[in-house]
């Protein structure tokens, strides 16, 4: 075979490199994969079997780049092949392959290519081994950070395998279905995307099948030694695969996935799965796929996930995996899972949490997106960094909730039932969206497209003069409205009407750059408020945003000035590097840079706190009082934003003592970027808030002084 492959190889290379001959990519159907572990040599050996579709001439697909490949067959025929990495591709003319915005560059796959006579539909078997040994010590993965995600690993705490990993051959194919077999070691549990079909001990091995009953555009598979336990609502199971140290908290997690499940098959409808698994794992993860959720071990253990992450990732189930993203025409699908999930639940507890929520969005695209890290949310497909998942996620979310306001609840509701009723199995984007909502409230929503999903950026509303008109049976106040974005948006701005005993809601429509406006009432207006309950997607005046984590972190680059030497600032390094997910470089306060807009200061046991601080806290040399709260300074650590330091405008100050626990608080601190100040004993957070924020220029008190 070796002297074979090489001749095709030749043949190969001078047919693409002289233009006589294009490559095409093959197109999977489906796959019936037997995926084998072995743990001591951290390999998969695989074999495929499947349908594909084939052009005349020369083919071409994904598979590992570390694959050794025993064997390939089209139609029972053993046919001959060669490989080319990736970067041999460079070598080849512009035209030698077709599909090539399908090609992978990233590394972690190479091309197999072979010769067929005839376009047609083909079954094809292959095996192969390949193996996975991805370092997963560096990985970060929070709230608004993905630094580095691991493809594919296999050790003894367990075996990973995504379809970034190109476990299974990957050609142009948009989805395909996949059974999966998997043969794991006797004291590990597999799990994989969609049901579980059967399980049984063969030796000291197990052997697993799983299918998806409906086609996807990938598979993934984890295997590890878990503890497993389970429980029936209905004819769906509900498991929990926990590592054995975590045991004590499957109880939390199976009761609650209970509870999600009922609440969206109520909602929008049936569980379009048998099975539900909330899979552990021993890096930093958070994904949902059809079935089920895979979570990383530290956030398993955080005790808010059962309340946020975890029926966010259940209602993926619905919204993702069983109703697909077309990811050409953008990604919906975590945004509406925001507003279904993370969101929801704070609006079912109180009015003022969600007021909250949707203020802390609009603070995270003040922080985090600066101007050149703005998109259009079409051109979402998934979050990388903070800024990617403030549009993805945040701004998305906000769009369904100014629609859900238009519409109302019954004809919003109303449409997630008809969209899961009628594109199951199906790929959809913001256009299926759009059509449902007109089609289930009968009002035309034509402006939602091009002004929030095809063009990038935000509103900004200013509030003008405002005047009262009194007489003895009429009370009226008229008041101007201006945008100052660079294009005007098509708005209905929520204004709130205060008098002396009474407060009125209303709205008013907002469709160019300035408007006029007077409004009637039967009493006598004492103060006007615009969208005080931040329902629209703006950017927020300066006014009416306290500084928070999420302006320093979202900073174009950070400055880490350090009053510390030796040990001491070495620990600080380490602090800084987690908190950024990449090295940095200690300065002192002698050797400040320029103050510019795109860059953020974190002062590390400054000699002396910021003025702002002072006006807002009480330093002594053993405590520290924050918001009328009393603090040790002895083993805990302070975070502080700061507006306004030397000319920087945005700025941090940790004062701490607790050198063991600095490096773990800077990995924490993505995901408290809503907040002002933190306060962490040891590594585990006690405080947290915002400093109070001063009176917002949408907000006018009205002159009683009638003539």
Not at 25 to 48: G, K, M, Q
Not at 290 to 318: C, D, K, M, Y
Not at 412 to 419: D, L
Request: aromatic letters at 12%; proline letters at 5%; one cysteine or more.
């Amino acid at each position: 075979m070796r002297v074979i492959t090489t001749i095709v190889l030749c043949i190969v290379l001078i047919s693409l490199l002289t233009g006589s001959a294009t490559a095409a990519l093959v197109a999977f159907e489906n796959h019936r994969l037997s995926v084998r572990i072995d743990v001591p040599t951290r390999t998969a050996y695989v074999i495929d079997n499947g349908q594909a579709k084939l052009q005349k001439g020369w083919n071409a697909f994904h598979i590992a780049a570390s694959a050794v490949i025993d064997s390939l067959a089209i139609d029972g025929k053993p046919v001959p092949f060669s490989t080319l990495q990736i970067d041999e591709l460079a070598d080849l003319p512009e035209g030698a392959l077709e599909n090539r915005a399908h090609i992978d560059t990233s590394g972690q796959a190479k091309l197999v290519l072979f010769e067929w006579p005839h376009a047609m539909p083909v079954g094809f078997s292959i095996a192969y081994s390949a193996v996975f040994d991805d370092d997963v010590e560096n990985t970060r993965f929070s709230h608004g950070q993905v630094a580095r995600e691991v493809t594919g690993t296999i050790e003894s705490r367990g075996a990973y395998l995504s379809p970034s990993a190109y476990y299974y051959p990957t050609g142009s194919e948009d989805q395909m279905t996949v059974v999966l077999t998997a043969n794991v070691p006797g004291e590990w549990e597999s799990i994989s995307d969609g049901n579980r079909i059967s399980s049984e001990v063969e030796g000291q091995r197990k052997i697993q099948r799983w299918n998806n009953p409906y086609a996807s555009d990938g598979c993934f598979f984890m295997a590890a030694p878990y503890l497993v336990r389970s429980q029936m609502l209905d004819s769906i199971e509900v498991a929990c695969y926990f590592f054995p140290e975590d045991s004590g908290l499957i109880d939390r997690y199976l009761t609650a996935s209970v509870d999600y499940i009922q609440m969206y098959s109520e909602l929008i409808g049936p569980y379009p799965y048998e099975r539900f698994t909330v899979a552990e794992n021993f890096f930093p993860t958070g994904y949902g796929m059809p079935a089920w959720t895979l979570l990383g071990q530290q956030v398993v253990r955080l005790p808010f996930i059962v309340g946020t992450s975890l029926g966010h990732e259940v209602l993926h189930n619905w919204w993702g995996n069983s109703v697909y993203v077309d990811y050409d025409r953008g990604n919906w699908c975590e945004g509406l899972t925001v507003y279904g999930a993370d969101y929801r639940y704070k609006l079912l507890s109180s009015p003022e949490e969600a007021t909250d929520y949707r203020k802390n969005v609009l603070k995270d695209y003040a922080g985090y997106v600066s101007e050149g890290k703005d998109f259009p949310l079409r051109e979402f497909t998934a979050r990388t960094e903070a800024s990617s998942r403030t549009i993805g996620y945040g701004k998305a979310m906000m769009v369904f909730h100014m629609i859900h306001n238009r519409i109302g609840s019954d004809a919003f509701y109303n449409a997630w039932r008809y969209v899961y009723d009628t594109h199951r199995g199906e790929k959809v984007s913001w256009e299926e969206w759009i059509s449902a909502f007109q089609h289930t409230s009968g009002q035309s929503l034509s402006m939602v497209l091009p002004q929030w999903v095809d063009r990038a950026g935000a509103p900004m509303i200013e509030l003008g003069p405002v005047s009262p008109v009194d007489s003895d049976t009429v009370h009226s106040l008229s008041f101007e409205l201006f945008q100052t974005a660079e294009q005007a948006y098509d708005l209905k701005v929520p204004v709130r009407i205060h008098g002396l005993d009474t407060t009125v809601d209303t709205s008013v429509n907002l469709a160019t750059w300035r408007q006029d406006y007077s409004l009637t009432f039967p009493f006598i207006v004492e103060r006007i408020a615009i969208d005080p309950d931040f329902d629209l997607f703006r950017k927020l005046l300066k006014e009416e945003m306290e500084p928070v984590l999420s302006a320093v972190l979202g900073a174009e680059q950070q400055a880490f000035v350090s009053w510390e030497t030796g040990a001491i600032a070495r620990v600080y390094r380490a602090f800084a590097t987690n908190m950024t997910g990449d090295s940095v470089t200690l300065i002192s306060d002698k050797q400040l840079p320029p103050a510019d807009a795109g860059t953020s200061i974190v002062l590390f046991n400054p000699t002396g706190v910021p003025r702002y601080l002072v006006e807002r806290m009480r330093v002594t040399a053993d405590s520290i009082d924050v918001m009328e709260t009393t603090y040790p300074r002895d083993g805990h650590t302070f975070i502080l934003s700061v507006r306004g330091w030397e000319g920087f405008e945005r700025c941090l100050v940790v004062l701490s003592n607790d050198l063991q626990s600095l490096p773990r608080i800077g990995q924490l601190l993505p995901h408290y970027g809503k907040y002002s100040y933190l306060v962490f004993k040891g590594a585990k957070n006690v405080g947290k808030g915002q400093w109070p924020v001063g009176e917002s220029p949408l907000k006018k008190w009205v002159s009683q002084d009638f003539e």
